[in-house]
Antibody, heavy 118, light 115 residues
Framework: QVQLQESGPGLVKPSETLSLTCAVS?????????WGWIRQPPGKGLEWIGS???????YYNPSLKSRVTISVDTSKNQFSLKLSSVTAADTAVYYC???????????WGQGTLVTVSS | DIVMTQSPDSLAVSLGERATINCKSS????????????LAWYQQKPGQPPKLLIY???TRESGVPDRFSGSGSGTDFTLTISSLQAEDVAVYYC???????????FGQGTKLEIK
């Protein structure tokens, strides 16, 4: 059974960088597939942030591309998200998920709430 | 950018009755290379991550009850729950995948409640 678990600070100050990690168990990232980040502001809908392949190839949402970096560490079987210059608008539950491209996102983490506030 | 618009925003249906949620894409999501619609549906219950229900517009994910069905092609899609159960109360999202460039867009969500 594939499991994903997000971790990272729950509070980030405005203008700083949000950093999250997604640990994957039950499946080796090196075996393939894309791995993605999706966020959901409180009470609102879902927004795809970006995805990474096990080789390191990345795709980002154009609306966030200038601030987003996604990386992968196959030795630790995890991938990470960095979002720079955050504002209150970046407050959201951040999910990591396995990305099957045209088949959707099939396995999701439970999500972690990140609040941007001074 | 492709915009996904769901209707209605909220819906109340009696137990055992049919629930229908619509999703309209601003561009066709039908790919001629394989004649597949790159359209998925998710169910999200409070405090939980979304759960993949359907992909390719009409293919149920493993383990999803057969009362859930998807239909449509091109720009217009429908998620149908044939006989609403209490555990189906949730927000439902459609999502498209655009291959060039690699991009995903979700609908705004439809909240389904019991009447």
């Amino acid at each position: 059974q594939v499991q994903l678990q997000e971790s990272g600070p729950g509070l980030v100050k405005p203008s700083e960088t949000l950093s999250l990690t997604c640990a994957v168990s039950g499946y080796s990232i090196s075996s393939g597939y894309y791995w993605g980040w999706i966020r959901q502001p409180p009470g609102k809908g879902l927004e795809w942030i970006g995805s990474i392949y096990h080789s390191g190839s990345t795709y980002y949402n154009p609306s966030l591309k200038s601030r987003v970096t996604i990386s992968v560490d196959t030795s630790k079987n995890q991938f990470s998200l960095k979002l720079s210059s955050v504002t209150a608008a970046d407050t959201a539950v951040y999910y990591c998920a396995r990305d099957l491209l045209q088949l959707g996102f099939d396995y999701w983490g439970q999500g972690t709430l990140v609040t941007v506030s001074s | 950018d492709i915009v996904m618009t769901q209707s209605p925003d909220s819906l109340a249906v009696s137990l055992g009755e049919r629930a229908t949620i619509n999703c309209k894409s601003s561009q066709s999501v039908l790919y001629s290379s394989n004649n597949k619609n790159y359209l998925a549906w998710y169910q999200q219950k409070p405090g939980q991550p979304p759960k993949l229900l359907i992909y390719w517009a009409s293919t149920r994910e493993s383990g999803v009850p057969d009362r859930f069905s998807g239909s449509g092609s091109g720009t217009d899609f429908t998620l149908t729950i044939s006989s609403l159960q209490a555990e189906d109360v949730a927000v439902y999202y459609c999502q498209q995948y655009y291959s060039t460039p690699h991009m995903y867009t979700f609908g705004q969500g439809t909240k389904l409640e019991i009447k």
